[in-house]
C-alpha cells in the first residue's frame, strides 16, 4: 500500500477543507504526497515514543496517536 492509498481518508478530508477555504481549488498531488509523508512520519515517531515508554500503557497510545496525526493534517491545510 502506497502512501496516498496509507492515508486516503485523511488526504480526502484535507482535499474537502482545503477546496472549502480556497475557493474550490483542490490540493496538488505534491502536497497530497507532502502531507501523507508527514503523517507517516508522525506515526512513525508516536509508535516509537510510545514503544520506548515502559510507563505508558498501549491502550492510551491510539487516542494520542489518533489526535496527533489530526492535529498534523490540520496543521498542513492551514
Given at each position: 500500500?502506497?502512501?496516498?492509498?496509507?492515508?486516503?481518508?485523511?488526504?480526502?478530508?484535507?482535499?474537502?477543507?482545503?477546496?472549502?477555504?480556497?475557493?474550490?481549488?483542490?490540493?496538488?498531488?505534491?502536497?497530497?504526497?507532502?502531507?501523507?509523508?508527514?503523517?507517516?512520519?508522525?506515526?512513525?515517531?508516536?509508535?516509537?515514543?510510545?514503544?520506548?515508554?515502559?510507563g505508558?500503557?498501549?491502550?492510551?497510545?491510539?487516542?494520542?496517536?489518533?489526535?496527533?496525526?489530526?492535529?498534523?493534517?490540520?496543521?498542513?491545510?492551514?
Open positions: 500500500m502506497n502512501l496516498l492509498e496509507a492515508y486516503g481518508k485523511r488526504l480526502s478530508l484535507a482535499d474537502r477543507v482545503h477546496a472549502k477555504t480556497h475557493n474550490g481549488e483542490h490540493l496538488t498531488e505534491s502536497k497530497k504526497i507532502l502531507i501523507a509523508k508527514c503523517l507517516e512520519n508522525t506515526q512513525r515517531f508516536m509508535n516509537e515514543a510510545f514503544d520506548m515508554s515502559s505508558t500503557q498501549r491502550s492510551d497510545m491510539g487516542l494520542f496517536t489518533k489526535f496527533s496525526l489530526n492535529l498534523v493534517n490540520v496543521a498542513l491545510n492551514g
